[in-house]
């Protein structure tokens, strides 16, 4: 089988879309907007694979073979460069699943994590109405707390 002129550049592109859907409709449900979207400037400009979430330095691989700790290092100098970024790092092979790499507690201590989607998912929709709830982002739906009370839903664009 040929491979195709840029194919591994394509796979990069594809797996940047597949983030951004995976991602999005968490982002929909607590701020109400969507925000993500790929980043078509980074070749030429530098920044995260996926912009929308500034304070999440989002780098995206999708490649058979794993170069993750080069991968990780790339992830680490766009979150510094981004003034402090949580460096996040996706990645996957073919006909795998995502798998993502960020910074997290075990017991007291703080250390790089590999989790699945389905738990960064959980840990995004937090994140972001802890977010909400300091003022930090604006939310255009608003989510209900653990106390029935309304938190965001200022109708102002979101981000």
């Known amino acids: 089988m040929a491979l195709r002129p840029g194919g591994n550049r394509q796979k990069g ?21 969507k925000a993500l979207r790929r980043n078509l400037m980074q070749s030429r400009e530098g920044g995260y694979d996926i912009c929308g979430l500034e304070h999440l330095a989002i780098e995206v691989k999708r490649c058979e073979t794993l170069e993750v700790e ?18 996040v790092l996706m990645f996957r092979q073919n006909r795998g699943k995502w798998r993502v790499m960020m910074f997290g507690y075990v017991g007291a201590m703080v250390c790089r994590v590999e989790i699945d989607m389905a738990t960064f998912g959980l840990w995004l929709g937090e994140d972001l109405k802890m977010r909400v709830r300091r003022g930090e982002i604006r939310a255009l739906s608003g989510f209900y707390d653990g106390e029935g009370a309304q938190v965001g839903g200022t109708g102002e664009k979101a981000l």
Do not use: S
């Open 70 to 87: 080069k991968w990780w290092r790339q992830t680490l100098r766009q979150a510094e460069e981004g003034k402090g970024a949580i460096p």
């Open 13 to 33: 592109h594809d797996g940047e879309r597949d983030i951004v859907k995976l991602l999005q409709p968490i982002v929909e449900l607590v701020i109400g907007e």
